[in-house]
């Protein structure tokens, strides 16, 4: 790619097809031999983190797509039981379902550099206009992926996104049938946001390609912002730049690792472990955080067209950005005045990311219209202006000059890095979390639970004693619909024998058939059938429950969660706390109160209680001291059911955190001793070089 | 590389024993830092020797610190270490990728042993069941089959196995195969072929009335799936 390559095989056999495919010399002109500038800084790893997530999001989104379903009715189950039943399921639902944030988190790192150092500046307009295509096709991708799991915010997500193009005049309503193939999202909507999602991924890879072809013609910008002039300005790919680059991408996959193992659910919503429902809208639809800043422009501008148009002028926008700033001075670093206004502008995207979450109302909007002022008035007024005005500082002779100059400094230190990013991502995070907040409830107390922190694990007998609870309370009511008897006796589980869980399994009535007379019949349950619910379809549920549907316990422990307000989100992050769930449910069950307070207003046929969100919760109080007989002597009270039920409903919404944990650890360990090999080879193989 | 130092050739077993890193030049000591390091990309390069000395392309070769040009065992020690580690690591990761192709837990659950009532098959019939979907033929088999089937010289059969050893014993009227060809799957149609057994309609495999192959591409006979008799009147496959 950087013109033709003195490469030539030894090898007999690779010189005949080198001879007629070049491939080889290509390869080693592209990675080898291409002359990378001498002082690119950590931030240029970041091209190298990207191809590597492609791949990781690739591979692991064709793995999950052998195991998954595009069906409106079977999709959010194929999901479950992938993580259930497949092999590594969970772990490489992870690492796709993380993995797509840790790709924007690593494109926005991507583009703030690019930003900074200039590397949108002629002669790299184009390479910088193929940035902003791939970064469009990634939201596309993104999008349509968080909708293929099916839940609540799948849904609602894609019903709000789509509903973008119903501004468009004339034609709107036209477009979004067309896009809907129905007249609401329905399942021609989820089909061909699978078959999408799978092909555009591969549209990046080729759109990459050009990106990096583009890349290698105009050669790599630096922290300087000067050409490289003489071959004492660079150094070759490889082992310099590789070397570099695998250390990062090492740094990277700590912190990926800590998402896929520990804090798998940190960056998702509680409340896409509820099935999509059309008939309930959630009460507050928040995109995935990497959209939030254009979500927060979106929802400031008063009129539906114009801010659907800002929303995506403010992508778009960044196209042009090349014409936008004309100053000659690539880096901001010689650029006292856009230098600071650089860092300005990063703190109005952080902001307009954390109003992207609040509720839109009050204080929030006013905010968010002065910064999505301010946004699109750095490019438009700011970079402009500063182009005529600002008095740059003199930029370095040579790339080696610059080198030079800052031999005896110490460079950069990486782990401060690391954790600035971490800080300032947690912060557009918590801005995600905190709109989570369940209005007119009280927090529920934080529990101590056996299966937290990385070395979590569960308590056999809370957890069989939960099951009994389970199923002399509970199963009057709620559905366990995705636990099977055989998962008893598995590892990691309530500790039961095969024989145990048969036997617990022919307790109940299993409907089977039809039979060779063509009629369903009964029979005993055996270890491959789940547990059967309690009511044949929804609408029994609802008349026999006045009303109200008892939702399948399942997932209750992950489809329930509750705000933990700044700055306990930032701590959760390394305290690794994500209880919010099972706190929820304990409290819950625990928090009737006879009378409610004062002139609250207590609906009929419903009770009053403290933690649920409104307070009025049709369910009756559940639990009462001695109504469930323990044989291990374990006190019969409200506060130990409640807490051994959870226990129990935890590990049947997670039957693999074990194995998470488990794995989580190995996997540190691991990358950890590479990462430090990782940095010392980079140490010697770069000691030539400085 | 070969040409230019001894770095690309050395072997683990080289910089783990070697002994004597003084005597190792400044030059060849910094061409081995650029060709050890690339040892990491792999194979490929080191095969086609054409790794660029970087070091002594840039004349930076003189650079080279007192304390690698003194230890050089250390540092390929080093550059063995990181590529072996990560080797290590790619290998470990390849390993949940291929085993989720295996059959998941449910799949696996739903292959459990079944019952199979066999009062309602009359003489001379037979029923299809599946498990672990395959299709099982139950074959009650009329005096006259199993004649048939016990008539032929074993040694002569191209798969030889006595009709004996493919039933249970007392219970000689019952015939149960996995009804799947072995030439290449299909499914043999019961009471058809010369044999009065089964006949594969995709190439024209014949068995006989104890699902063993006389005529046609299949090597081997119908296989007899695990099974036992609960009562008389009932079987448990798997």
């Known amino acids: ?690 | 590389m070969r040409s230019h130092g001894k770095g690309a050739n050395r072997t683990i077993l080289d910089c783990l024993f070697r002994r004597n890193g003084g005597r190792k030049s400044g030059f060849s000591a910094a061409a081995g830092a650029a060709g050890a390091g690339s040892l990491l990309r792999g194979a490929r390069l080191r095969g086609s020797g054409a790794v660029p000395l970087a070091a002594d392309k840039k004349g930076l070769e003189i650079v080279t610190t007192a304390s690698s040009a003194d230890h050089p065992t250390r540092r390929d020690f080093l550059y063995v270490a990181t590529g072996a580690v990560a080797s290590v690591g790619a290998a470990a990761t390849v390993w949940p990728l291929v085993s989720q192709m295996n059959p998941d837990a449910s799949t696996v659950a739903a292959g459990a042993p079944i019952e199979v009532d066999l009062t309602p098959i009359a003489e001379g019939q037979d029923i299809k069941v599946f498990w672990r979907g395959k299709p099982i033929y139950i074959s009650h088999r009329t005096k006259k089959q199993i004649e048939e089937a016990r008539a032929v010289s074993v040694s002569s059969l191209p798969d030889p196995q006595s009709d004996e050893a493919r039933v249970k014993p007392g219970h000689d009227q019952w015939l149960v195969v996995v009804g799947i060809c072995t030439h290449l799957g299909c499914i043999p149609i019961a009471h058809e072929g010369q044999y009065d057994g089964f006949f594969c309609p995709c190439h024209g495999s014949v068995y006989d009335t104890s699902g063993r192959i006389r005529q046609g591409p299949a090597p081997t006979n119908l296989a007899v799936p695990p099974y036992t008799f609960v009562s008389d009147t009932k079987i448990q496959i798997g």
Request: hydrophobic share 45%; proline share 8%; net charge positive.
């Open chain 1, 1 to 690: 790619m950087s013109g033709p390559s003195d490469f030539q095989p030894t090898n007999p056999a690779l010189k005949w097809i080198e001879r007629r495919l070049p491939i080889m010399g290509l390869m080693h002109s592209s990675f080898v031999a291409y002359p990378t500038p001498r002082n690119l800084n950590y931030w240029w790893t970041f091209g190298a983190i990207l191809s590597f997530m492609l791949v990781v999001q690739i591979l692991t989104g064709v793995i999950l797509a052998m195991h998954y379903t595009p069906h409106a009715d079977m999709a959010f189950k194929s999901v479950e039981l992938i993580v259930r039943d497949v092999n590594y399921g969970w772990l490489l639902r992870n690492i796709h379902a993380s993995g797509a944030s840790m790709f924007f988190f690593a494109v926005y790192i991507h583009m703030f550099r690019g930003l900074y150092y200039g590397s949108y500046k002629e002669p790299r307009e184009v390479l910088w206009i193929l940035g902003v295509i791939i970064y469009l096709l990634m939201m596309a991708t993104g999008f349509m992926g968080y909708v293929l799991p099916w839940g609540q915010m799948s849904f609602w997500g894609a019903t709000v996104i789509t509903n973008l193009f119903s501004a468009v005049p004339y034609f709107g309503e036209s477009i979004v049938t067309l896009l809907w193939g129905g007249y609401a999202v329905g399942n021609p909507t989820l089909n061909r946001f699978f078959s999408l999602h799978y092909l555009l991924p591969f549209v990046i890879a080729g759109v990459v390609v050009l990106h990096i072809w583009a890349l290698h013609v105009a050669g790599q910008n630096n922290p300087a912002g000067v050409e490289a002039k003489t071959e004492k300005d660079t150094v070759p790919f490889t082992p310099y730049a590789t070397m570099k680059d695998m250390f990062g991408v090492s740094c990277f996959l700590l912190f990926f690792a800590w998402f896929i193992f520990y804090m798998p659910n940190y960056l998702g919503d509680a409340e896409n472990y509820i099935p999509a429902n059309p008939a309930v809208t959630p009460a507050h639809i928040v995109p995935e955080w990497y959209y939030l800043p254009f979500y927060a422009i979106l929802r400031s501008i008063p009129n539906k067209l114009a801010g659907v148009v800002a929303m995506f002028g403010a992508i778009l926008i960044l196209a042009f950005l090349p014409w936008l700033d004309s100053a000659k001075t690539r880096s901001s670093k010689y650029r006292p005045l856009a230098k600071q206004f650089f860092w300005m502008f990063v703190v109005v995207c952080i902001g307009l990311g954390y109003l992207g979450a609040q509720p839109p109302e009050g204080i929030y909007v006013i905010v968010g219209r002065i910064l999505t002022f301010l946004y699109f008035a750095y490019f438009l007024i700011l970079l402009p202006l500063l182009a005529r005005i600002e008095k740059p500082r003199p930029v370095p002779n040579s790339i080696a000059d610059d080198v030079l100059a800052k031999t005896g400094g110490k460079p950069a230190p990486m782990v401060s890095t690391v954790i600035a990013l971490m800080v300032a991502g947690g912060l557009l995070l918590g801005g995600a979390e905190s709109a989570r907040a369940a209005e007119g409830s009280t927090k529920p107390p934080a529990q101590k639970w056996s299966f937290s922190g990385p070395f979590g694990k569960f308590d056999r007998g809370a957890m069989q004693r939960g099951l009994k609870v389970y199923k002399e309370v509970c199963a009057s009511c709620h559905g366990l619909s995705f636990v099977a008897f055989r998962n008893l006796a598995e590892a990691g589980g309530p500790g039961y024998s095969v024989a145990q869980a048969q036997a617990f399994a022919s307790e109940y009535k299993v409907k089977d058939g039809p039979n060779d007379q063509g009629e369903m019949f009964e029979r005993p349950g055996r270890p491959a059938d789940y547990f059967p619910s309690p009511f044949p379809n929804e609408q029994a549920a609802r008349a026999a429950n006045g009303g109200a549907f008892p939702p399948d316990l399942s997932l209750i422990t992950k489809a329930r969660s509750y705000s933990r307000g700044f700055p306990m989100f930032l701590i959760d992050f390394f305290t690794q706390y994500q209880e919010q769930g099972p706190d929820y449910v304990t409290a819950l069950l625990q928090g009737y109160e006879d009378k409610p307070p004062a002139g609250f207003n207590l609906p009929e046929g419903s009770f009053y209680n403290t933690y649920f969100p409104g307070h009025a919760i049709k369910m009756p109080k559940p639990l009462s001291d001695g109504q469930v007989t323990y044989d291990d002597g374990s006190p019969a009270t409200v506060a130990q059911y409640a807490k051994d039920v959870t226990h129990f409903l935890m590990w049947a919404a997670e039957p693999h955190m074990e194995a998470r944990k488990q794995l989580g650890l190995q996997v540190f360990v691991f990358l950890i001793l590479l990462t430090v090999l990782l940095y010392f080879t980079k140490k010697k193989v770069w000691a030539n070089a400085h």
